[in-house]
T-cell receptor, first 112, second 110 residues
Framework: KAGVTQTPRYLIKTRGQQVTLSCSPISGHRSVSWYQQTPGQGLQFLFEYFSETQRNKGNFPGRFSGRQFSNSRSEMNVSTLELGDSALYLC???????????FGEGSRLTVL | QQPVQSPQAVILREGEDAVINCSSSKALYSVHWYRQKHGEAPVFLMILLKGGEQKGHEKISASFNEKKQQSSLYLTASQLSYSGTYFCGTEPQAGTALIFGKGTTLSVSS
């Protein structure tokens, strides 16, 4: 059973640019959540999508957005990048029976 | 609201025990525990539901005190493989977002 796949794994951008990250959940999972991980701050919740609808949203500015497609694949976009956006962005799909989260390896974004 | 984990860091020798605590200011529906090793994705350990029982697999177990909105993770007879950062995630109501604490770093040496 394939796990959660995130692309790209690493990317470098400059301030003011925008970036799109992709996440393919485990087959059959319909819920996809995104988290930002930075040293000392743990995993901060960005948003969750379920069946193409945003079900939950964290406290991030509007520059952070996401969407989910009919095949459950999800993308998140960050516009007008700032230095503070440098982080590991983790995507997780949720198990149907147990509710556990299965995390991808993450996309490491560096903003220069 | 982000749950508070304590301690922030623990250093152990193989065979020693540790307890990691997770507290929330809100009533909780569930508490999840995950472990993340350096450079890897977080991995699910267990989930405790409101009204549920203490869970565990052999040497790693957890409890959930609904009245105090607290959960504790117990690691007994620690092994080198237990090293990593442990995160608790709390869910105030079913279907709401899972909010994680800042993590507890556990280092086990031989």
């Amino acid at each position: 059973k394939a796990g959660v796949t995130q692309t790209p794994r690493y990317l470098i951008k400059t301030r003011g640019q925008q970036v799109t990250l992709s996440c393919s959940p485990i087959s059959g999972h319909r819920s996809v959540s995104w988290y930002q991980q930075t040293p000392g701050q743990g995993l901060q919740f960005l948003f969750e999508y379920f069946s193409e609808t945003q079900r939950n949203k964290g406290n991030f500015p509007g520059r952070f957005s996401g969407r989910q497609f009919s095949n459950s694949r999800s993308e998140m976009n960050v516009s007008t990048l700032e230095l503070g956006d440098s982080a590991l962005y983790l995507c997780a799909s949720q198990g149907i029976i147990t509710g556990e989260l299965f995390f991808g390896e993450g996309s490491r974004l560096t903003v220069l | 609201q982000q749950p508070v984990q304590s301690p922030q860091a623990v250093i152990l020798r193989e065979g020693e025990d540790a307890v990691i605590n997770c507290s929330s200011s809100k009533a909780l529906y569930s508490v999840h525990w995950y472990r993340q090793k350096h450079g890897e994705a977080p991995v699910f350990l267990m989930i405790l539901l409101k009204g549920g029982e203490q869970k565990g697999h052999e040497k790693i177990s957890a409890s959930f005190n609904e009245k105090k909105q607290q959960s504790s993770l117990y690691l007994t007879a620690s092994q080198l493989s237990y090293s990593g950062t442990y995160f608790c995630g709390t869910e105030p109501q079913a279907g709401t977002a899972l909010i994680f604490g800042k993590g507890t770093t556990l280092s086990v040496s031989s």
